[in-house]
């Protein structure tokens, strides 16, 4: 099909593109964007007139729920909720059941997710089988399969041998390992340590659960020349030994969610389960020091670590509730929020969501790495358009995904998409 998106503000990070131009969109490439679209013969016209015509987003933490969590997510809500929130790709954990750490499994994910023709789905492969920390998995057929990466999801290797072989091995074949930085002794509270979780009772995670992973991959990196992405950061010690680390020509990575950003330990309110988050919500001394890490590029990322949990998982004590909340369609607007407040622009507040996790998966895209997170002349068609004016509030009913528990329920946030193609083809359309 042949579109011509007309009138729009077109915004590419990449590029430094920031310009009122159409752009023309054929067999699933941007063809021309401004004079060149003179002559161009759409089958169909959108008018973006007052509207921002983007890179698709890329969401570099997302879990599908499938397989083995459909109760909690299926691929039909949560890739519907990504496109109804801009975003194009999306990459997913490997702890899904059974755990990614088998070919087979990949191909199936990939296979159902573009079979739904909506968003694009990179997974990450289980760097040790089963995610128990003992054996590696066979990363070169994972590769094959179709993974971008590897990692342990939430779940901490604690061999730090095992831990020194895999990024061994990854560094041989030029594979990227991404870790949540936790030490896994410390880390099995379900707050953030502080004075709030003291009052309240709660089990505290100190910040050196996230420093002392820190120290020991950056270590390990040194010796081994591995390229690591740390996901989620989550305090400000820990974004300054990201700085320290790049400072020093580390090929290191990192993210950060969209509920750390925003959020503190003090919204867990009245023990709110749907701010049981992992990592936990900090004081507003690391909440600032991350706005600030995502402003200068220290932090690469931001994501909205969807992770969508059922109802009854939630309706429970705080301590016992499943930690997760969904952000695929929040992501956006968040983005934006935190844009506005921090008064870096439209440009950055967009870089974090295309061309920055774009760059972070790198090589492992192929071809499509030359135009994923741009807008730009014979690129692949993943575009958002949207609204930067219209303003909602959060209202979880609304929501397409499975998992409607969010402590974002009932803010007000900027941005509204009106349409989503991946590939050329509208996926979303408001």
Known sequence: MKILIKNGRVISPASNLDALADVAVAAGRVVAIGAGTQGFVPNRVIDARGCVVAPGLVDLAARLREPGHEHEGMLESEMAAAVAGGVTSLVCPPDTDPVLDE???V?????RAEKLHQARVYPLGALTRGLRGEALTEMVQLTEAGCIGFGQADVPLTDTLVLQRALQYAATFGYAVWLRPQDAHLARGVAASGALATRMGLAGVPVIAETIAIHTLTELMKATGARVHLCRLSSAAG???VRQARADGLPLTCDVSINSIHLTDTDIGYFDSRARLNPPLRQQRDRDALREGLADGTIDALVSDHTPVDEDAKTLPFAEAEPGATGLELLLGLALKWGQESGVGLTRSLAVLTSEPAR???????????SLGQVVEGGVADLCVFDPQAEGAVEPSALRSQGRHTPFAGHALPGRVTCTLVGGQIAFEA
């Open 107 to 111: 191909a199936m994910l990939k296979f």
């Open 239 to 241: 974004v300054a030994l």
């Open 103 to 105: 070919p087979g499994l």
């Open 360 to 370: 972070v998966l790198g090589s492992a895209l192929g071809t499509l790495q030359a």
